[in-house]
């Protein structure tokens, strides 16, 4: 294991950031520490940098124990929401800096600057000021300058966080390549769901200082252990009691066996999706269930608002029982002899 974290706390005063933490990241791997604000996420990663210290537990980094050692001494590449770069130094210059510190010798610098600015599509740009540069840019000269150290682990704190949303996609592909290229131990904090499923290998999923479950992307996705990661995970809605999700329900204009009877009352597109609202004939005070489909199946099978449907999960779909079902409204499915209505 690269980094093996065992019985981990912090306390921040009467606030507890962390409690009983135990987590191994394999070397080489590409982890998520995924969750919501305030989570504990960022303290778990700046409890590996060295940046914080924690009150129980040890951390391991390639079998050493560094508890108790100094940011330093780790040998962590660390890269912050915000660039936090040099500003009277060029791109070449902010890259080297860490070599620079270190005395190592100035030829060796400029070949190891020159091979990561090539690798990070910046080579064009090294005697520009960081002001002069997209913030993708500075995003990926901050990267360059974490690699060129050569670290155990790299840890990004909400790397992309405060970029749109177009170059955060673009973004989070090129780090999944340079990730496969380099084959660095990273551990990454974000909030972003897609962030978080797109590019990981692992994802551990925290919450209120706890971790809810760890997993593959695919494994949190379609098997998650409880309704939080369920509902974190991606979008969700309630029938009959048990959270699914919209893309997972069946929706059909004639009764099929097993199937609730609804009607729409209310639908947009957004790109090629349709999403409709469907109440329940037999669970009127309950929220609309949601479902989404594509435009085409939405033409095909003529669902407009008002219309009557049936709905029913489709087989194979996660569902996860919600703790106030009994709040939500139960209802009964059409039976499995009622009607002989063609599935969708």
């Not at 306390?11 to 969750?35: C, H, K, R, V, Y």
């Not at 890259?95 to 100035?106: A, N, Q, S, T, Y």
């Not at 300058?145 to 996609?169: M, S």
């Not at 919450?207 to 379609?222: A, F, M, V, W």
């Amino acid at each position: 294991m690269s980094i093996k974290i065992s019985g981990v706390g912090k306390q921040f005063g009467d606030f507890a950031a962390l409690s009983d933490i135990n987590l191994d990241i394999a070397s080489g791997q590409l982890t998520a520490l995924l969750g919501p604000s305030g989570g504990g996420k960022s303290t778990l990663l700046r409890i590996i940098a060295g940046l914080e210290l924690s009150d129980t537990g040890t951390v391991e980094i390639e079998g050493t124990d560094a508890t108790d050692l100094p940011a330093q001494k780790r040998n962590v590449g660390f890269v912050f929401q915000h660039y936090a770069a040099f500003r009277h130094m060029n791109v070449a210059a902010n890259v080297g800096f860490g070599l620079k510190i270190r005395k190592r010798p100035k030829k060796e610098i400029a070949a190891k600057v020159e091979e990561l600015l090539a690798l990070v599509h910046l080579a064009q740009f090294a005697d520009r000021l960081p002001s002069q540069l997209s913030g993708g840019q500075r995003q990926r000269m901050a990267l360059a300058r974490a690699l060129a150290i050569e670290p155990t682990v790299l840890l990004l704190d909400e790397p992309f966080g405060a970029l749109d949303a177009k170059v955060r996609k673009e973004l989070r592909a090129w780090l999944r390549r340079l990730h496969d290229e380099v084959h660095v131990t990273t551990v990454f904090v974000t909030h972003d769901q897609e962030e978080a499923l797109e590019v990981a290998d692992q994802i551990v999923v925290i919450n209120d200082g706890r971790i809810e479950q760890i997993g593959s992307p695919h494994e949190l996705y379609d098997t998650p252990a409880s309704e939080f990661v369920m509902s974190f995970l991606g979008p969700v809605t309630v029938l009959d009691g048990r959270l699914v999700r919209p893309h997972d329900i069946e929706v059909v204009a004639v009764p099929f066996p097993g199937s609730y009877a609804g009607r729409i009352v209310g639908s947009s597109r957004v790109g090629f999706e349709v999403r409709l609202e469907v109440a329940l004939a037999e669970a009127a005070d309950a929220p609309p269930v949601l479902i989404t489909l594509t435009r085409a199946e939405a033409t095909a099978k003529r669902l407009e608002d008002g219309a009557p449907v049936w709905i029913k999960p489709v087989e194979g779909a996660s569902q996860i029982p919600v703790r106030s079902a009994d709040s939500i409204g139960e209802v009964e499915p059409v039976s499995e002899l009622a009607g002989s209505g063609d599935r969708a």
